[in-house]
């Protein structure tokens, strides 16, 4: 592994590692970052020696910030040029389905991007001092990375809601309580817990596993045609919220470390 690549990736017997290496940026997402994951899962796929994937961030503070909100107020796309990668969705995950189970191994706070990431994986391990939550309303953006949508269909619809207005985060703890995550162990536990739980996927019959997975989640020829509609009311409501003025005050606000002075337009 090259430790100065954005994204690391390594086999660890039947298991794939996906490591969102930008401690420095809370491991915020970049077109980079992008075009690594989604090339990694592509990768992960067509191996037939890989049984799971687990994806992770580096350090101990944050498995992912969400996207890199100073790129963005820069004037930076955190999508590739590319159209069959920007079909991956947000960090080349969200709308990115494959067969082989992905665990979410949450080292640190998953905020924003990082929770949609999250929820779009199929098991989660959460580190004790993890915490989750979709901050967008904050920063006068929305969740359409796929976490407008998911939060009420993982979670009961009230919850889900209060963390969806709110942008008010829940620990990994009550996360667990409310069945969004599957275990919560002590920090430096966190990949070896997730690596016991890919070797008991593992241990099973890989086609009967990922033919699970694809009548589970209803996956088709890389799609999940279900979320078709919820895809396209956020591209419908994204469009429009991010032409608005207050979602350029939000990123700007944030960046420029200020309370943001919202004007409704």
């Keep these: 592994m090259n430790a100065e690549k954005n994204v690391l990736a390594e086999k660890l017997g039947s298991a794939f590692v996906i490591t969102i290496n930008r401690p420095e940026a809370r491991n915020a997402i970049n077109a980079e970052v992008h075009t690594a994951i989604g090339l990694a ?3 992960a796929e067509a191996d037939p020696d890989v049984r799971v994937v687990i994806i992770t961030g580096a350090g101990d503070k944050a498995f992912c910030a969400g996207a890199d909100l100073k790129a963005v107020a820069k004037g930076e796309s955190i999508y590739p040029e590319d159209t069959t990668q920007r079909a991956w969705g947000f960090a080349g995950f969200v709308s990115h389905p494959i067969s082989k189970p992905v665990i979410a191994a949450v080292n640190g706070f998953a905020l924003g991007g990082g929770t949609e990431i999250a929820l779009a994986s199929d098991l989660i391990v959460a580190s004790e001092n993890s915490a989750f939550g979709l901050p967008e309303v904050k920063r006068g953006i929305a969740a359409a990375a796929g976490g407008a949508f998911r939060i009420v269909e993982q979670l009961p619809k009230k919850i889900g809601m209060e963390l969806l207005l709110t942008g ?12 969004l995550v599957n275990q919560v162990v002590p920090q430096q536990d966190l990949l070896a817990a997730a690596l016991r739980l890919a070797k008991r996927i593992s241990e099973n019959a890989p086609l009967s596993v990922q033919a699970s997975k694809r009548i589970a ?6 799609v999940i045609a279900s979320d078709a509609h919820h895809w396209e009311r956020t591209e419908e409501e994204n469009s429009r919220l991010m032409a608005s003025a207050d979602a350029l005050e939000g990123t ?13 337009k």
């Design 168 to 179: 008010d985060p829940i620990t990994a703890e009550r996360a667990k309580e409310l069945g």
């Design 217 to 222: 989640l209803g996956i088709s020829n890389g």
């Design 252 to 264: 700007t606000a944030f960046a420029e470390k200020r309370a943001p002075i919202w004007r409704g």
């Design 41 to 43: 899962l592509e990768e």
